[in-house]
């Protein structure tokens, strides 16, 4: 009698046991990093859930052509020691139980974080075309540890901003595919420029003309002769008598060449050629794309600016 009931609750505790989840694995790149892509698109950010109320961390999710990224980092001393998560095109897709409850055993991906860490990368394959809707399901168990590394808190955190329909809390989110801008290249193209009104003659050049106050406003820095590259202003310098203040703004994208890349020269008769820079009396080296530079204003009518600039290109990327 005794080994009957004996072998009964053998058979009983036998029962109970939970049978062992097969989880599906499947090809996919896993780096531990708390950098996003450089090249990514469509970043999206979202709550990790932590005991249902609090914020234990953040997920951030993009993508690429190739793959598709979701990073899972913690906060306030969380640490995450599993992760599961799966991708699907509905609601549907999410492994659930027969009550609607998601099992994360079968999610596509399983991670056992040892040693925990902090923030952990999913790289997922890309098989989505841009604008698609993915559902996303991200289940984790997050521990707090004390000095020692002893685990002092431990909590079940779903990741998300929608809130799963069924008897046990969980949550889950929905992220869209995201058109990446082409990657934009540069190159430098040197040229010279010169202030003021263009003179149609051969070799080109411009020529600033002051009013009867010395001053030239809002005078075009042209470079290749026809593409405007700044703007120089010419005015009686009022700090110091006697003397023109010439300041040079360049445009957005552009900037100076090396060496000596600024010449000055001022005129009484507006010159009929173009002025070879090496022979003008004022020059040198500037390092900034604005700055200023004072000439003698006596017998002055006319002022010859060149600036030696490089101008930023968009080219393809190889």
Not at 184 to 207: R, S
Not at 243 to 271: C, S
Request: glycine share 6%.
């Amino acid at each position: 009698m005794i080994l009957v009931l004996f072998t009964g609750i053998l058979s009983l505790l036998s029962s109970c046991e939970k049978e062992p989840i097969e989880t599906e694995v499947n090809e996919f790149i896993l780096k531990s990093t708390s950098e996003q892509p450089e090249h990514a698109c469509g970043e999206t950010s979202f709550d990790l859930w932590a005991g249902q109320t609090m914020k234990s961390g953040l997920i951030t999710i993009s993508n690429d052509e190739e793959n598709i990224f979701i990073e899972i980092t913690t906060k306030d001393g969380w640490q995450l020691q599993q992760t599961h998560l799966h991708l699907g095109s509905t609601y549907q897709d999410i492994p659930k139980n027969k009550s609607g409850v998601p099992v994360p055993g079968h999610f596509t991906y399983n991670t056992l974080h040892l040693p925990l860490v902090t923030t952990y990368t999913y790289t997922v394959p890309n098989n989505r075309s841009i604008g698609d809707e993915i559902i996303i399901a991200i289940h984790a168990e997050v521990v707090k540890t004390d000095k020692s590394g002893e685990i002092i808190g431990e909590e079940t955190a779903w990741a998300g901003n929608i809130e799963g329909p069924s008897s046990r809390w969980w949550f889950y989110l929905s992220f869209t595919m995201a058109e990446c801008e082409d990657e934009i290249c540069y190159k430098y193209q040197d040229e010279t420029a010169w202030a003021g009104t263009l003179k149609d003659v051969t070799p080109w050049f411009a020529i600033i003309e002051l009013d009867e106050t010395q001053t030239a406003k809002d005078q075009p820095l042209w470079a290749g002769k026809y593409l405007r590259t700044g703007t120089v202003y010419v005015r009686p310098d009022a700090l110091n008598p006697g003397m023109l203040k010439i300041t040079v703004r360049l445009a957005e994208d552009v900037f100076l060449q090396e060496g000596d890349n600024w010449f000055i020269q001022g005129y009484y008769a507006m010159p009929t050629s173009r002025p070879v820079s090496e022979d003008m009396t004022y020059k040198g080296s500037e390092h900034w794309r604005e700055f200023v530079k004072r000439i003698p204003a006596e017998n002055v009518n006319f002022v010859a600016v060149q600036i030696n600039i490089s101008i930023q290109i968009e080219i393809p990327c190889e």
